[in-house]
């Protein structure tokens, strides 16, 4: 029975050290990410290892898993535009590494690739780029300046084994100074257009009095040319309308009474 037990003892130490070297000879890639593989006494392996559970020799290889899916990443510079202005950028890039290019990259650069190369070239492009372009350029033409600070940023990457799906301007300011003068420049724009609008109504009111005395001139002449022509007659004339204009408003009124010429009329008033 002792020689029983022994038995399934060292049955059950054998199945955990061998369940041990089989798990310590898998790896698992999940999806999205590509692994290279490192051997000790050959280096780093140029095949790369695809998504799944593959087999290793344990304690001689070891795997470095890389993510291959897009990730996104904001990368702020200050630089200088063409006329000299201080210029604050922040560039948003979503980037992945070139799967066939893993071992390079494990090699020259590391697994923090990221870290080490975009920061550098986004400094080195955004800085060749801004300083074709003045302040106001950089304003009205933002399409052209992202346009190309995106191929030229995707150029670079290219030689280190990166590949960038998008590159974004989100955040574009200048200086204090800039900003200031800006504000200044519009207020006296703003300045010069009341100033202007002033003139203009000032030109309009002398052309109106001009035309008025114009006016009042010609009728003065025509109403001068009628009473020589016809004389006393005009008058007359004018003074029977107004007459009459009176008499109607006259005849409106309740606190008017009109009483007949030429008869008696007895009114009754008060004692």
């Not at 071992?103 to 923090?112: L, N």
Request: charged letters at 25%; aromatic letters at 6%; one cysteine or more.
């Amino acid at each position: 029975m002792a020689k029983l037990f022994e038995s399934i003892g060292k049955l059950g130490l054998a199945l955990a050290i061998g369940g041990g070297v089989v798990n310590s000879a898998l790896f698992n890639v999940d999806a999205g990410h590509r692994a290279v593989i490192f051997d000790r006494f050959r280096g780093v392996q140029d095949a790369v290892v695809g998504e799944g559970t593959h087999f290793l020799i344990p304690w001689v290889q070891k795997p470095i898993v890389f993510d291959c899916r897009s990730r996104p990443r904001n990368v702020p510079v200050i630089t200088g535009s063409k006329d000299l202005q201080n210029v604050n950028i922040t560039l948003r890039i979503l980037f992945r590494p070139v799967a066939a290019q893993l071992p390079r990259i494990f090699t020259s650069i590391g697994e923090d690739y990221d870290e080490r190369v975009l920061p550098s070239i986004t400094t080195e492009v955004l800085k060749a780029v801004v300083a074709r372009f003045d302040a106001g350029e950089l304003i009205t033409q933002r399409e052209l300046v992202s346009r190309q600070v995106s191929e030229d940023l995707t150029e670079r990457a290219a030689t280190f084994g990166l590949i960038l799906d998008d590159v974004s301007l989100t955040h574009l300011t200048f200086g204090k100074e800039f900003t200031e003068a800006v504000e200044m420049k519009q207020v006296a724009q703003q300045e010069a257009e009341r100033a202007r609008f002033i003139v203009e109504k000032a030109e309009q009111q002398k052309q109106a009095a001009i035309i008025s005395a114009a006016g009042d001139s010609q009728a003065a002449l025509l109403i001068a040319n009628s009473l020589a022509e016809a004389g006393d007659g005009l008058v007359e004339l004018r003074k029977l309308e107004a007459a009459e204009d009176i008499a109607f408003q006259l005849s409106r009124s309740r606190n008017v009474t009109y009483l007949p010429s030429g008869q008696g009329t007895l009114l009754q008033l008060p004692q």
